[in-house]
């Protein structure tokens, strides 16, 4: 009997669990509440854009002369403006060098041309009286020798005339380079001869460069040639020349002036492959017109700003938009995110231009997001609450 005890403990006990178990309260299921993801949105739709190409180059002239002397002697005068920063007109005179020995030359050939004239009136004199002697003979003119008409006398009195006027022309020119006048308008850079300097035929009197205008060079890539409009129309007459805004520092301000795209180079230069088109300001010093902004000097280092072509109907993608893989983040209409792939064919430093992928007015998600996956859930939020969360 004893031994019985046990068994019937066990037996009751497994009884007690199998009740407990069945008659135990059954947990009531919730169902889990999906997790949206706060994100920053933009909203984006097609527009106009028109694209800006940026370049930097240096101030040039258009045109920088040696000036140099054509004849010998001592410089007698200068002109008020031959000095460094000096400006002329053309036609200007520069430097006055001493004519005695040219003027002395004139003369001379004056004289020996007087002298060639009136060889040639008495050689003239002579053939036509030895024509009228021969005539006298009742032969025929064509019979007669040359020697007879004194021919050759007069065809060498009549070159004696021809050399005689060179030479006066030359004592001229000699005599009016002794005056040294401005080939067109400008501005002295450097002078190296002054009022009682002697000078020689080839002697380096001064560097002039020209003020009408100045020219930069501004390097293209072929990136920056696709964003240009109808390069055609360099050089041309036409009112729609590209325009270029040049941005530079004049005493520690920056300043604003504009230009004309005027020509392209015409080559890819072999060292960094780019192409160099040519900007022209007009009247850079502002002689022509001194209500215009401050002066743009010689040598100035300038950045362009060229206006380029106009896209239609792009979207304007801020460049931190852009996804890997070129995708976009959209918010779908069940506020839902969507990865749409695009593409694009221009940009700038703030843009990307959409032109595929993207259709009507599109949500965007602009903030950074760590894992994207295709459907979760976001809710979109001020960029401010968003960076208190």
Do not use: C
Not at 199 to 208: C, K, Y
Not at 277 to 298: C, G, K, T
Not at 306 to 321: E, W
Not at 333 to 350: H, I, T
């Amino acid at each position: 009997m004893k031994k019985l005890i046990p068994v019937a403990i066990v037996a009751a006990a497994v009884m007690i669990a199998l009740l407990m178990s069945q008659f135990k309260p059954r947990a009531q299921q919730s169902e889990m509440q999906e997790r949206a993801i706060a994100v920053t949105t933009e909203a984006l739709q097609t527009t106009e854009v028109e694209l800006q190409v940026r370049s930097q180059g240096t101030v040039v002239p258009r045109t920088r002369t040696n000036l140099i002397s054509e004849v010998s002697g001592v410089v007698v005068e200068v002109s008020p403006a031959f000095i460094v920063g000096g400006t002329f007109a053309e036609g200007d005179v520069l430097i006055k060098l001493d004519p005695t020995d040219y003027q002395v030359a004139k003369q001379r050939a004056e004289a020996m041309l007087l002298s060639a004239e009136a060889q040639l009136l008495s050689e003239q004199a002579r053939s036509q009286q030895a024509q009228k002697e021969w005539e006298m003979t009742g032969r025929p003119l064509e019979e007669a020798p040359v020697l007879a008409l004194r021919t050759p006398f007069l065809a060498e009195a009549q070159s004696r005339l021809l050399q005689a006027k060179a030479e006066l022309r030359q004592a001229e020119v000699k005599l009016q380079r002794t005056v040294i006048r401005a080939p067109y308008r400008g501005m002295v850079s450097a002078k190296s001869a002054d009022v009682g300097q002697y000078v020689t035929i080839g002697s380096r009197l001064a560097e002039l460069f020209a003020i009408d205008f100045a020219e930069i060079r501004l390097p293209m890539t072929q990136k920056d040639l696709s964003m240009l409009g109808d390069l055609a129309l360099l050089g041309s007459d036409d009112s729609g020349n590209i325009r270029v805004e040049l941005i530079g520092s004049v005493n520690g301000q920056q300043r604003l002036w504009e230009a004309d795209l005027v020509r392209s180079e015409g080559s890819i230069n072999e060292r960094n492959r780019v192409q160099y088109l040519v900007a022209r300001i007009i009247d850079p010093y502002n002689f022509e017109d001194s209500s215009q902004s401050v002066p743009l000097l010689m040598g100035t280092f300038v950045e362009a700003q060229i206006q380029g072509k106009t896209l239609n109907q792009v979207y304007p993608l801020p460049r931190h938009a852009l996804r890997s893989g070129n995708r976009v983040a959209v918010v779908d209409a069940n506020q839902r995110l969507a990865l749409k792939p695009v593409e694009y064919d221009f940009e700038d430093q703030s843009y990307y231009y959409i032109d595929r992928g993207l259709e009507g007015e599109v949500e965007i998600v602009t903030s950074g997001m760590g894992v994207m996956v295709e459907g979760m859930k976001l809710k979109p939020v001020d960029k401010l609450q968003l960076e208190a969360l």
